[in-house]
């Protein structure tokens, strides 16, 4: 069980409608605080502050060049400014060796993998009412950053979609820990392509997930606190080695797992 205490925010008639920390750039996090309650608006993406007035916002991998703000409380829109999104650069990366199955899988595992899509759209429809990305978040594990957020990828010669995780080398067996409280809402050993899974919702739709666990230590439905044991890097599912891939998405749009690392909610208390 999770219990964070803080004080609810009354905001001046001088302070403006709401208070973020972090960056507007591609990719990137922001947590804001505002009054209990407000409806938050990014662009299209509309979410609403819990009780203490926090919200979590995310930019896509490719967002567009202006981003758009907005706070409506009680019925009124009290805070509209439209911000500049940094751009960013993403590498290029070449990946031979893999099984072609796991390229282009064949017909008779394609049941399989439909069924697999489902729970996992499931998964990142969550919107748990908690907050555990107040607390701020670590890193999952420690081991060399073999491949950074937004790189696109070529599989055996073949262009895939763009990486949208970190990967992070270590050793099988090396510890996975939750970067911030949350509610797990995929755990699972043995699914196709990432092996074992893990999903984790920070709350209000900011989920994060953890591919080719060696093991998977939580049930579906468990909340987990900041740097509780889940499982342990492997090489299970499409892995050429042992790593850990760490992904954040929020209401469909990719975020940067690293982007999370920045953000200091502790300066809007």
Same mark, same amino acid.
């Given at each position: 069980m999770i219990t964070v205490l803080v004080t609810a925010l009354t905001? =001046?008639?001088?302070? #403006?409608a709401i208070a973020c920390d972090g960056e507007h750039?591609?990719?990137?996090?922001?947590?804001?605080?505002?009054e209990p309650g407000a409806t938050v608006m990014l662009d299209e993406v509309e979410t609403r502050a819990n009780a203490d007035g926090w919200v979590i916002l995310g930019h896509d991998r490719d967002a567009p060049e202006e981003t758009r703000l907005r706070v409506q409380i009680d019925g009124e829109w009290v805070f509209d400014e439209r911000y500049d999104v940094a751009p960013a650069e993403y590498d290029i990366q070449r990946i031979?060796?893999?099984? #072609? =199955?796991m390229v282009s899988p064949p017909p008779e595992v394609l049941e399989r993998i439909r069924a697999e899509g489902v729970r996992k759209r499931q998964a990142h429809a969550s919107r748990w009412e908690g907050d555990g990305f107040i607390s701020g978040f670590i890193q999952p594990t420690e081991g060399r950053i073999s491949s950074r957020f937004g790189g696109q990828r070529v599989y055996n010669g073949e262009p895939r979609t763009p990486h949208y995780g970190v990967d992070i080398a270590a050793p099988t067996g090396t510890p996975v820990l939750a970067p911030a409280g949350g509610i797990v809402r995929l755990a699972d050993e043995d699914m196709y392509f990432e092996g074992g899974l893990i999903f984790i919702d920070h709350g209000q739709g900011f989920n994060?997930?953890?591919l080719h666990l060696s093991d998977v230590r939580v049930e579906e439905g468990d909340v987990v606190e900041q740097g509780q044991l889940i499982g342990h890097v492997g090489s299970t599912g499409r892995s050429t080695g042992p790593h850990l891939c760490w992904r954040i998405r929020w209401h469909g749009r990719n975020v940067d797992p690293f982007a999370t690392l920045d953000v200091q909610p502790d300066e809007l208390r």
């Open positions: 905001l =001046a008639s001088s302070d #403006p750039r591609q990719g990137g996090v922001l947590v804001c605080r505002t031979d060796g893999l099984p #072609p =199955a994060s997930a953890y």
